[in-house]
């Protein structure tokens, strides 16, 4: 696997995110989008992609306002959630999920069309870390970030710091693959 390919797809995230940030200026910043990559979380979905970001995105707009969106650890989005969700462009189902709430939203048209460049540049980087992670183009699920929700998809997650003292949870076996390196000092994470 090229050790370019996740340097290239967390550019592109952050590049989308930022996308999403003109839009919506409370939205804070990405803090490590090298954690999206290759981390689990079912109650946030499963496939990495503009969708999924949207979805993190709510999640960042609670933190910011202070809006508690979830409950039982992260895994249950609540009507709080539903109401930042629908302001980034997202749909949602009527009814709650008995274990998740209102976790799966979608895109609405009128989203793809307004992002319609930004998901074409994260597409075409995601599949082609998707081709360098299998070798063989096949399509294998994104298990988003479960470090906030303390879910157990991804193994034991431990504490790696960079070179300016930042630091990311992580699954050793993730670090294994390849260096995440630090949006700030553009040094790699290492287990502390």
Request: charged fraction near 20%; proline fraction near 4%.
């Amino acid at each position: 696997m090229s050790t370019t390919q996740p340097l290239v797809l967390a550019a592109e995230l952050a590049a989308a995110w930022s996308d999403i940030q003109a839009h919506h200026q409370d939205l804070p910043d990405l803090a490590s989008p090298e954690a999206l990559i290759g981390e689990s979380s079912s109650a946030c979905g499963t496939r990495l992609g503009f969708e999924r970001l949207l979805h993190e995105a709510a999640h960042g707009l609670a933190a910011a306002r202070d809006i508690r969106d979830t409950s039982r650890a992260g895994r249950y989005h609540n009507r709080r959630f539903l109401l930042l969700a629908s302001e980034l462009g997202l749909a949602h189902p009527v009814e709650p999920h008995a274990s998740s709430g209102f976790s799966q939203v979608t895109m609405l048209k009128e989203t793809q069309d307004r992002y319609a460049d930004t998901i074409e540049r994260l597409d075409r980087a995601l599949g082609a870390h998707q081709e360098a992670v299998t070798g063989d183009g096949a399509n294998r699920a994104f298990r988003g970030p479960a470090a906030r929700h303390g879910s157990s998809g991804g193994g034991v997650r431990v504490k790696a710091i960079c070179g300016c003292g930042r630091n990311v949870r992580v699954v050793p076996s993730v670090l294994a693959q390849a260096s995440i390196v630090c949006g700030a000092c553009q040094q790699p994470f290492k287990i502390a």
